[in-house]
């Protein structure tokens, strides 16, 4: 088994691929500016470097990345033994003219190439905020080779 879990060359395990290219939506968590946990499902593509999600320029969650930058998401799947991909980072927010080209690129995996351009049709000339997550733990949950620390199996 490569890499311990924090390693960020869990990035390349078959098991992390496999999420990161699946159309399952990433759940990110973040600290709403009075302390308290948030967690919103949400699309995602992995650049090879960050994950990168597009977002309305007035939703909640920039402002408390703009005051707290610490985010989290896990990638999960719902088949038994589920697998996890657990990944904590740094956010940083870019305000643009129009929709990001990786969220261009989530659109046609969520969706397929023909229904990923029409969404992205409609959007186009519209502001967007791109959300870009910069991984520094990643953890891998398979509940084979690989479980949650409090299992000491």
Do not use: C
């Not at 879990?5 to 496999?18: K, M, T």
């Not at 980072?89 to 690129?105: C, H, N, R």
């Not at 969520?110 to 905020?129: D, H, S, V």
């Amino acid at each position: 088994m490569a890499g311990q879990q924090g390693d960020l060359a869990l990035l390349n395990d078959p098991i992390a691929q496999a999420l990161l290219r699946s159309t399952i939506p990433a759940r990110l968590a973040y600290s709403w500016t009075d302390g308290t946990p948030r967690v919103v499902p949400i699309w995602f593509h992995w650049t090879g470097e960050e994950f990168v999600l597009g977002s309305p320029p007035g939703a909640p969650k920039l402002k408390a990345l703009a005051t707290n930058s610490a985010a989290a998401l896990t990638i999960d799947e719902n088949a038994w033994p589920p697998k996890v991909l657990l990944v904590r980072g740094s956010a940083s927010v870019q305000l643009l003219e129009d929709v990001s080209p990786e969220y261009a690129a989530a659109a046609t995996r969520y969706f397929g190439e023909e229904q990923g351009q029409a969404w992205i049709a409609q959007l186009r000339g519209q502001p967007m905020a791109r959300v870009a997550i910069r991984p520094n733990w990643v953890g891998i949950l398979d509940f084979q080779t690989r479980f949650p620390s409090a299992l000491r199996l």
